[in-house]
């Protein structure tokens, strides 16, 4: 049968009014027992509070910002309905400071403690101090003075003094993940020397006086309770000489006992047998340091057990929340973005040889023979890089063939002769194969689209500048002819012209090598057959051209004599497919063989 758990804040001992800076849950949400529900934050200490059942959350009688005290409502859980539709409880259910559960489950419920609130401590006090340690008469905590008004405490260590882990309640074996200090620190009056971790709480034990640290009896992974000696701080310390850490009033040895109960809380309110007896030096006031040392990151336990199985370092997460706080969201966003990146060994390698690609193994040259080392242009640098991106990230195909452009070139010859009577351009063969690309990448657009950067989309592209690869002194550059498509070929022989020029003059402009949609790299005035160009990214095709030569090439009857212009295109496999890329070639083939088809 479902019945009602009013979860109230348990025993936190001397403190009230502790600000509430995370709620883990809503309305409506199953719970698990154990599972944190609300964090407090103290200034020596961050506390889940856990479900005390596990149930489903029916109201919610707190939010963040409140400022809380044992006692105080928490929420409102069902349990034994985890699976039944929360009904929302309204708040007024569980009043503050109500600190029963209505119908009471198998756990234990919260109880106010005989002595009222503050008894019992939330912070750890000032390591245990055996030398004041008292426990007679110990007034309640709530009559504990604020610091201002407190009896002097101890500044520096005149005396040795021994320090013990304080009261953590009924908790025992509770683990250190922190030493601060080592033997020979002088330390500042509450300065926190180690930390402790608990299932639900995380906690600082600072000195009680200022002094200088021998005997460290302890180290991480120990697991301590009560009285377990820490260390020994003797020999006042130069005050002038110790680093400014605390802000406000340092914690004072209370004349009053603290009660017994837990520091770690738990499971929701539970019976609070706090009691002034046996008593020992509490803490007055909270002091203002920071909740752990600089080097500590600020999380609540719930967020140090999701990090660490996770495997993620909160040293370098970073907080979000008040005060500087990792939230459970900033580990899911640095895991996130962890797992974006790729390693940092290899991006490392990536930048020099790959996709952790293993590095070219470096040779010393010179025992072999004599050597110079000059180092590379800026230009052959930036071409380098740009290509090795290109060759690394594109699948690469190339289509060869070869295109008969025996009447081309018969034509080619008679028109640049004329050209050049009537003071025109020399007419190379390159504004030939340009006009034909372009009336190909009409025909065929995907050789003019762009894959987007996410790899989810194809970029088309209604524009046909082309851009032509440009042998300089300098390196290789890439000017670009705009419009190809709407220009003569003898406007194309007079851009490619004076753009190679200024690429051999070193007098491109960034404009100028910009915005083209496909490439051609002609190696035909040099020699060569076929190549394996790379693809100019994020473009996704590039034609090479080499040198025509005659070949034999049979008719149906003989063989006959005919130029014969070898042709290799490159592309991006993951956005063309190879059947495409036939057609393409086909197409361009047709074209030179018979520039009439350009006019169709
Ligand atoms: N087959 C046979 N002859 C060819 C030819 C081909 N495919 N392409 C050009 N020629 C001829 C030209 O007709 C010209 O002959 P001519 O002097 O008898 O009239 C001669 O070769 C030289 O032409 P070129 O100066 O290369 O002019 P072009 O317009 O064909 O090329 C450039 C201009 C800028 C592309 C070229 O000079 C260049 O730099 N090419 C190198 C490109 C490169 O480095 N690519 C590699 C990139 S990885």
Do not use: F, Q, R
């Given at each position: 049968m479902a019945t009602e758990l009013k979860v109230t804040v348990p025993d936190i001992g001397d403190y009230q009014d502790v600000p509430v800076i995370e709620l883990l849950v809503a309305v409506g949400d199953t719970v698990d027992k154990d599972q944190a529900i609300a964090t407090l934050e103290s200034d020596k200490a961050t506390l889940d509070v856990p479900a005390p059942e596990a149930g489903v959350v029916k109201s919610i009688a707190i939010k963040v910002g409140d400022k809380v005290s044992m006692g105080d409502a928490v929420m409102v859980i069902e349990v034994g309905a985890a699976d039944a539709p929360a009904e929302k409880a309204p708040a007024e259910e569980a009043p503050a400071g109500e600190a029963e559960a209505s119908e009471k489950a198998d756990s234990p419920s919260p109880q106010p403690s005989p002595e009222g609130r503050?008894?019992?401590?939330l912070p750890l006090p000032p390591g245990e101090v055996d030398a004041t340690a008292s426990g007679e008469g110990a007034p309640p905590a709530d009559e504990t003075l604020p610091a201002e008004e407190a009896p002097p405490a101890a500044e520096t260590a005149a005396e040795p003094i021994a320090v013990t882990i304080p009261d953590i309640g009924d908790y025992s074996d509770v683990p250190v993940i922190e030493v601060l200090v080592a033997d020979g620190d002088t330390v500042e009056k509450d300065q926190t020397l180690v930390v402790l971790e608990s299932d639900k709480a995380t906690l600082d034990v600072p000195a009680p006086a200022a002094g200088v640290v021998s005997g460290l009896a302890i180290k991480v992974g120990d697991k301590v309770a009560m009285g377990t000696a820490v260390c020994v701080l003797s020999g006042a310390a130069s005050r002038a000489s110790a680093?400014?850490?605390?802000?406000?009033p340092s914690p004072q040895p209370s004349p009053g006992g603290r009660g017994s109960k837990s520091l770690p809380l738990q499971p929701g309110a539970v019976d609070a047998t706090a009691s002034g007896e046996g008593a020992r030096p509490a803490s007055a006031a909270a002091p203002e340091?920071?909740?752990?040392?600089?080097?500590i990151p600020y999380a609540s336990p719930s967020i140090r057990k999701f990090a660490r199985e996770l495997g993620?370092?909160?040293?370098k997460v970073g907080g979000s929340g008040p005060k500087g706080r990792i939230t459970q969201d900033d580990v899911q966003g640095y895991v996130k973005l962890a797992l974006a990146k790729p390693p940092a060994a290899a991006s490392a390698a990536a930048a020099t040889s790959g996709s952790g690609i293993p590095p070219i193994p470096a040779v010393d040259f010179a025992q072999f023979g004599e050597i110079e080392v000059k180092p590379l242009a800026r230009i052959r640098k930036l071409s380098a890089a740009h290509l090795h991106r290109a060759w690394l990230n594109i699948p690469h195909v190339t289509q060869t063939d070869e295109a008969d452009i025996t009447e081309l070139e018969a034509f080619r010859k008679e028109a640049s002769e004329e050209s050049a009577k009537a003071g025109g351009p020399k007419l190379t063969l390159l504004p030939f194969v340009m006009k034909a690309m372009a009336k190909v990448l009409e025909a065929y657009p995907e050789f003019r689209a762009s894959l987007s950067p996410d790899g989810e989309s194809l970029i088309h592209k209604r524009y046909t500048h082309i851009g032509f690869a440009a042998d300089t002194p300098n390196g290789l550059m890439v000017p670009v002819v705009r419009d190809v498509d709407r220009k003569s070929i003898t406007q194309l022989a007079v851009e490619t012209g004076e753009l190679a020029a200024k690429a051999r003059d070193g007098k491109l402009k960034g404009g100028d090598m910009k915005g083209g949609v496909f490439s051609i790299s002609s190696l035909g005035g040099i020699g060569g057959s076929h190549f394996t160009p790379i693809v100019n990214a994020p473009e996704v095709g590039i034609l090479g051209v080499s040198k025509a030569v005659i070949k034999p090439v049979w008719d149906g009857a003989a063989f006959q004599p005919r130029l014969m212009v070898p042709l290799s295109l490159s592309y991006d496999h993951r956005v063309i497919d190879g059947a495409y890329a036939a057609r393409t070639m086909v197409l361009l083939v047709k074209l030179l063989g018979d520039m009439r088809r350009l006019v169709l």
């Open positions: 503050g008894s019992s401590s680093p400014e850490k605390t802000k406000s340091t920071a909740t752990a040392s600089d080097t993620v370092d909160l040293a």
